[in-house]
Protein backbone atom coordinates (compact mmCIF):
# COMPACT_ATOMS: atom_id res chain seq x y z
CA UNK A 1 0.00 0.00 0.00
CA UNK A 2 1.06 3.50 -0.90
CA UNK A 3 -0.20 5.21 2.64
CA UNK A 4 -2.02 8.06 0.30
CA UNK A 5 -4.92 8.91 1.88
CA UNK A 6 -7.85 10.68 -0.43
CA UNK A 7 -9.54 13.89 1.21
CA UNK A 8 -12.66 14.44 -0.07
CA UNK A 9 -13.90 17.86 -0.85
CA UNK A 10 -17.29 19.09 0.83
CA UNK A 11 -19.52 22.33 -0.03
CA UNK A 12 -22.08 22.58 2.17
CA UNK A 13 -24.43 25.53 0.75
CA UNK A 14 -27.06 27.38 3.34
CA UNK A 15 -28.14 30.71 3.97
CA UNK A 16 -28.23 29.62 7.64
CA UNK A 17 -24.75 30.43 8.69
CA UNK A 18 -24.77 28.30 12.42
CA UNK A 19 -26.30 25.22 9.78
CA UNK A 20 -23.89 25.77 7.01
CA UNK A 21 -20.79 26.49 9.83
CA UNK A 22 -21.93 24.02 11.91
CA UNK A 23 -21.45 21.00 9.10
CA UNK A 24 -18.50 22.02 7.69
CA UNK A 25 -17.63 21.61 11.13
CA UNK A 26 -18.76 18.28 11.26
CA UNK A 27 -17.26 16.99 7.95
CA UNK A 28 -13.86 19.13 9.31
CA UNK A 29 -13.44 16.70 11.97
CA UNK A 30 -14.45 13.19 10.51
CA UNK A 31 -11.40 14.26 7.71
CA UNK A 32 -13.36 16.13 4.95
CA UNK A 33 -11.85 19.08 3.19
CA UNK A 34 -14.76 21.37 4.10
CA UNK A 35 -16.09 24.86 2.80
CA UNK A 36 -19.25 26.64 2.79
CA UNK A 37 -21.38 29.27 1.08
CA UNK A 38 -24.18 31.20 2.18
CA UNK A 39 -26.24 31.75 -1.38
CA UNK A 40 -26.10 29.63 -4.94
CA UNK A 41 -24.00 32.92 -6.38
CA UNK A 42 -21.37 32.21 -3.53
CA UNK A 43 -21.27 28.31 -4.48
CA UNK A 44 -20.87 28.62 -7.83
CA UNK A 45 -17.75 31.32 -7.42
CA UNK A 46 -16.19 28.51 -5.18
CA UNK A 47 -17.05 25.61 -7.34
CA UNK A 48 -15.30 27.55 -10.21
CA UNK A 49 -12.25 27.65 -8.02
CA UNK A 50 -12.62 24.58 -5.45
CA UNK A 51 -14.31 21.81 -6.80
CA UNK A 52 -16.01 19.86 -4.63
CA UNK A 53 -16.73 15.83 -4.53
CA UNK A 54 -20.06 16.67 -2.86
CA UNK A 55 -22.32 20.04 -2.31
CA UNK A 56 -24.47 19.79 0.08
CA UNK A 57 -27.09 22.31 -0.97
CA UNK A 58 -30.31 24.01 1.18
CA UNK A 59 -33.16 24.39 -1.26
CA UNK A 60 -35.04 26.96 -0.13
CA UNK A 61 -31.70 29.45 -0.58
CA UNK A 62 -32.39 33.51 -1.89
CA UNK A 63 -32.52 34.88 -5.56
CA UNK A 64 -31.39 31.34 -6.88
CA UNK A 65 -33.01 28.00 -5.47
CA UNK A 66 -30.87 25.06 -4.74
CA UNK A 67 -32.46 23.03 -6.92
CA UNK A 68 -31.72 25.66 -9.72
CA UNK A 69 -27.90 25.45 -8.55
CA UNK A 70 -28.20 21.68 -7.99
CA UNK A 71 -29.12 21.67 -12.13
CA UNK A 72 -26.32 23.83 -12.76
CA UNK A 73 -24.27 22.04 -10.94
CA UNK A 74 -24.98 18.61 -12.52
CA UNK A 75 -24.79 20.23 -16.27
CA UNK A 76 -21.07 21.85 -15.57
CA UNK A 77 -19.55 19.52 -13.17
CA UNK A 78 -21.31 16.11 -13.48
CA UNK A 79 -18.49 14.32 -11.45
CA UNK A 80 -19.80 15.97 -7.79
CA UNK A 81 -22.13 14.83 -5.99
CA UNK A 82 -25.40 16.43 -4.98
CA UNK A 83 -27.22 16.18 -1.39
CA UNK A 84 -30.16 18.24 -0.95
CA UNK A 85 -32.01 19.17 1.87
CA UNK A 86 -35.07 21.34 3.34
CA UNK A 87 -37.18 22.26 6.20
CA UNK A 88 -39.55 24.41 4.07
CA UNK A 89 -43.03 23.00 3.09
CA UNK A 90 -42.95 24.48 -0.37
CA UNK A 91 -40.26 22.37 -1.68
CA UNK A 92 -42.17 19.87 -2.91
CA UNK A 93 -43.39 21.77 -5.26
CA UNK A 94 -40.08 23.11 -6.61
CA UNK A 95 -39.11 19.67 -6.94
CA UNK A 96 -41.97 18.57 -9.23
CA UNK A 97 -41.41 21.66 -11.22
CA UNK A 98 -37.85 20.03 -11.81
CA UNK A 99 -38.94 16.68 -12.03
CA UNK A 100 -40.94 17.77 -15.10
CA UNK A 101 -38.00 19.09 -16.78
CA UNK A 102 -36.33 15.46 -16.37
CA UNK A 103 -34.43 16.77 -13.25
CA UNK A 104 -35.17 14.32 -10.44
CA UNK A 105 -33.28 14.87 -6.89
CA UNK A 106 -33.97 13.34 -3.64
CA UNK A 107 -34.34 15.83 -0.86
CA UNK A 108 -33.33 14.92 2.68
CA UNK A 109 -35.79 16.99 4.83
CA UNK A 110 -34.63 19.01 7.78
CA UNK A 111 -33.15 18.71 10.76
CA UNK A 112 -31.14 15.79 8.93
CA UNK A 113 -28.71 14.35 11.71
CA UNK A 114 -25.01 14.97 11.14
CA UNK A 115 -24.42 11.49 11.58
CA UNK A 116 -26.93 10.39 9.37
CA UNK A 117 -25.87 13.30 6.35
CA UNK A 118 -22.07 12.00 6.68
CA UNK A 119 -23.29 8.46 6.27
CA UNK A 120 -25.54 9.73 3.35
CA UNK A 121 -22.14 11.53 1.95
CA UNK A 122 -19.74 8.66 2.47
CA UNK A 123 -22.44 6.24 0.74
CA UNK A 124 -22.51 8.75 -2.24
CA UNK A 125 -18.64 8.47 -2.39
CA UNK A 126 -18.04 5.20 -1.92
CA UNK A 127 -20.91 3.95 -4.73
CA UNK A 128 -20.03 6.71 -7.37
CA UNK A 129 -23.43 7.16 -7.37
CA UNK A 130 -25.08 11.13 -7.86
Not at 8 to 21: A, G, K, M, T
Not at 50 to 61: N, S
Not at 90 to 99: D, F, L, R, V
Not at 109 to 116: C, E, N, Q, R, W
Request: hydrophobic content about 45%; glycine content about 6%; proline content about 5%.
Amino acid sequence: MSGVTVTYRVLIIDDEPRISDTLAIVFSKRGYEARVAYSAEQAIEIIAEWRPDVAIIDVVLPHMNGIDLAIVLRANYPSCRLVLFSGQPGTTEIAEEAAKKGHIFEILAKPVHPVSLLDTVALLLNSGSF
